[in-house]
């Protein structure tokens, strides 16, 4: 089983073809990142929909949650501002990360994601980094021989990237780490379970 933390939105022939994906890909859980509103009531209608697909809320629309979200999604780090520790992780694209919202995220103690992230985050401890084929080739093969496999889950970015690009991207990982791919993807995926609450 593969968790796809970072699925930007669907299309109509995904949805059409969604089964065939999932026995062909082994992806049996995919989390779409809704930005606005618009793509927010359509991950939330997609999720209500197919079993297999969860959404991550714009921190903005917190208060719209229902069953199928697994997490926030922040545009900036002074949202965080004068907020109590979440009850969900957060989820973070890399462009929008300084020195400011490191410090910030340490000191609240914020669990979550880091996606399309091209540096390890070693300091940010409750933090993994998503790896996929937007980002894979910007760690050289040094840095990503000393990235711990309890620090990654893994992303596809559909649909600029093809589902399959996730073994590929794992694949890169296991020749750095000289690690079974298998190991890779079931540690992944048992990280991504416990962070968004599937497992304890």
């Given at each position: 089983m593969t968790i796809d933390v970072n699925v930007e939105y669907t299309t109509e022939d995904f949805l059409d073809e969604i089964d065939e994906i999932i026995e062909d890909t082994m992806i049996q859980m995919f989390f779409l990142q809704p930005k606005n509103e618009n793509e927010l009531e359509k991950a939330k209608e997609d999720a209500e929909e197919y079993s297999a697909?969860?959404?991550?809320?714009?921190?903005?629309?917190?208060?719209?949650?229902?069953?199928?979200?697994?997490?926030?999604?922040?545009?900036?780090?002074?949202?965080?501002?004068?907020?109590?520790?979440?009850?969900?992780?957060?989820?973070?694209?890399e462009s929008i990360i300084d020195d400011e919202t490191v410090a910030l995220l340490k000191e609240r103690k914020e669990q979550g994601i880091i996606l399309n992230a091209t540096h390890a985050y070693e300091s940010l401890e409750n933090f993994f980094v998503a790896l996929g084929a937007e980002n894979i080739d910007s760690f050289?093969?040094?840095?990503?021989?000393?990235?711990?496999?309890?620090?990654?889950?893994?992303?596809?970015?559909?649909?600029?990237?093809?589902?399959?690009?996730?073994?590929?991207?794992?694949?890169?990982?296991?020749?750095?780490?000289?690690?079974?791919?298998?190991?890779?993807?079931?540690?992944?995926?048992?990280?991504?379970?416990?962070l968004t609450g599937f497992k304890k």
């Open positions: 697909l969860f959404y991550a809320i714009p921190l903005s629309f917190k208060d719209e949650i229902d069953a199928n979200c697994i997490g926030y999604r922040i545009e900036s780090a002074s949202q965080l501002q004068d907020l109590p520790q979440l009850d969900k992780p957060l989820f973070i694209d050289d093969e040094e840095v990503l021989a000393s990235l711990s496999m309890d620090k990654i889950v893994l992303q596809s970015g559909f649909p600029k990237h093809d589902f399959d690009d996730i073994y590929t991207s794992v694949k890169k990982f296991s020749n750095a780490l000289f690690r079974p791919e298998e190991s890779i993807v079931a540690r992944a995926t048992k990280h991504t379970l416990q």
